[in-house]
């Protein structure tokens, strides 16, 4: 407890002292990690239990919530267990459908909006330790001005960030600045790791115009596979992001515009448009590589059938010498040996003589 204590500093954890024997009341602690209330301007404070309670009892239309408040509390769910999914899934505060998408664990990507309410799902990177191998993952919130409700199966590091970054200078105006936080954060992620491909690409470039006799390829047709491959992962993931912000029909509230609708509408944009760049530079890279191989292959061929054509005369004449039959020319002779071979060989000039006059070599 001291640990998580010290990684959250004013999160409400079950176990705090909330009640005389130390537990939050009953149904509140399902899978709840934290609950703060977040005024612009001050620190953040954790909830009591009865905010708490109160909070997810409130059964007020979200079209009685059409404009932001002076404070707004962010509760987070931990749904692995399938009983804080059933406690999730049947919060008073919200309609059944919401928090039955709030309950859900398969990977989707939506955003819907209501006047005073807006729910979705967002995809996020796993906690693996390099960003490389980092797996995709979903987490689902919804909002109302006065109210922010996140959950998710997986550790997601996007949330912890947007948690950590909650201070007294840098409370948002509602909590649609903390999906945007949490956004920007992924999408920064993603630039990061289009830029490390980026470099891995320059690389393989470099050492494709560098390279002489094109004998050592293949292990730059994996570097320019493996970059090409995670970009379009990337892509994936991202390609839904900026299809459902820059969707028309979507009437997102005004307290929520400003954030989702113009700062985080053009950060996923931007992060398409490297990972489009990148694209197309993996695939024309790609193309010169498979040019550049199938150049060296030609060569290749073009050396064996050459060589091949040269010793033809040669080995026409060593197998006629090569007869068991009577009477064969130069076999009585001392230098029948040194004389076959000098028939050879001028075989094998006037062939490569040929050739060249032919313009075939």
């Given at each position: 407890m001291?640990?998580?204590?010290?990684?959250?500093?004013?999160?409400?954890?079950?176990?705090?002292?909330?009640?005389?024997?130390?537990?939050?009341?009953?149904?509140?602690a399902?899978?709840?990690?934290?609950a703060?209330?977040?005024?612009?301007?001050?620190?953040?404070?954790?909830?009591?239990?009865?905010?708490?309670?109160?909070?997810?009892?409130?059964?007020?239309?979200?079209?009685?919530?059409?404009?932001?408040?002076?404070?707004?509390?962010w509760?987070?769910?931990?749904t692995?267990?399938?009983s804080?999914?059933?406690h999730?899934?049947?919060?008073?505060?919200?309609?059944e459908?919401v928090?039955?998408?709030?309950?859900?664990?398969?990977?989707?990507v939506?955003?819907?909006?209501l006047?005073?309410?807006?729910?979705?799902?967002?995809?996020?990177?796993?906690?693996?330790?390099?960003e490389?191998?980092?797996?995709?993952?979903?987490?689902?919130?919804?909002?109302?001005?006065?109210?922010?409700?996140?959950?998710?199966?997986?550790?997601?590091?996007?949330l912890?960030?947007?948690?950590?970054?909650?201070?007294?200078?840098?409370?948002?105006r509602?909590?649609?600045?903390?999906?945007?936080r949490?956004?920007?954060?992924?999408?920064?992620?993603?630039?990061?790791?289009?830029?490390?491909l980026?470099?891995?690409?320059?690389?393989?470039?470099?050492?494709?115009?560098?390279?002489?006799?094109?004998?050592?390829?293949?292990?730059?047709?994996?570097?320019?596979?493996?970059?090409?491959?995670?970009?379009?992962?990337?892509r994936?993931?991202?390609?839904?992001?900026?299809?459902?912000l820059?969707?028309?029909?979507?009437?997102?509230p005004?307290w929520a515009?400003?954030?989702l609708?113009?700062?985080?509408?053009?950060q996923?944009?931007a992060?398409?448009?490297?990972?489009?760049?990148l694209?197309?530079?993996?695939?024309?890279?790609?193309?010169?590589?498979?040019?550049?191989?199938?150049?060296?292959t030609?060569?290749?061929l073009?050396?064996?059938t050459?060589a091949?054509?040269?010793?033809?005369?040669?080995?026409?004449?060593?197998?006629?010498?090569?007869?068991?039959?009577?009477?064969?020319?130069?076999?009585?002779?001392?230098y029948?040996?040194?004389?076959?071979?000098?028939?050879?060989?001028?075989a094998?000039?006037l062939?490569?003589?040929?050739l060249?006059?032919?313009?075939?070599?």
């Amino acid at each position: 407890m001291s640990n998580t204590r010290s990684q959250l500093p004013f999160s409400v954890v079950a176990g705090q002292d909330m009640k005389p024997n130390g537990v939050l009341p009953h149904g509140i602690a399902n899978g709840l990690v934290w609950a703060i209330r977040a005024r612009p301007g001050e620190d953040p404070v954790p909830l009591e239990p009865h905010e708490i309670e109160s909070l997810l009892n409130d059964r007020t239309p979200p079209s009685n919530y059409p404009k932001p408040s002076e404070s707004w509390a962010w509760l987070h769910f931990d749904t692995v267990h399938s009983s804080a999914r059933q406690h999730v899934a049947t919060l008073p505060c919200l309609p059944e459908d919401v928090s039955a998408m709030l309950a859900e664990t398969e990977y989707g990507v939506m955003l819907e909006a209501l006047p005073g309410l807006v729910w979705g799902a967002l995809p996020a990177f796993d906690d693996a330790v390099s960003e490389e191998d980092r797996d995709i993952c979903a987490w689902r919130f919804a909002m109302r001005p006065d109210l922010l409700i996140t959950t998710r199966r997986n550790p997601i590091p996007v949330l912890g960030a947007a948690f950590r970054t909650l201070r007294a200078d840098s409370i948002p105006r509602s909590p649609a600045g903390v999906i945007d936080r949490a956004l920007r954060e992924f999408t920064g992620s993603v630039r990061r790791q289009i830029g490390k491909l980026d470099d891995e690409l320059d690389r393989a470039e470099d050492a494709l115009l560098l390279i002489e006799r094109r004998t050592d390829l293949g292990h730059l047709g994996g570097i320019v596979g493996k970059g090409r491959r995670r970009a379009t992962e990337l892509r994936r993931v991202v390609t839904p992001i900026d299809r459902v912000l820059r969707d028309e029909d979507l009437e997102l509230p005004e307290w929520a515009e400003d954030e989702l609708r113009d700062r985080t509408e053009r950060q996923v944009h931007a992060a398409l448009d490297d990972m489009i760049a990148l694209l197309d530079r993996a695939r024309s890279l790609q193309d010169e590589l498979g040019s550049s191989q199938a150049e060296e292959t030609n060569r290749r061929l073009y050396i064996l059938t050459a060589a091949t054509i040269l010793m033809f005369p040669a080995t026409l004449v060593t197998g006629f010498f090569g007869m068991n039959t009577g009477g064969m020319y130069l076999a009585s002779g001392q230098y029948g040996t040194i004389e076959a071979g000098i028939v050879c060989f001028i075989a094998m000039i006037l062939t490569w003589v040929f050739l060249k006059l032919a313009r075939l070599l």
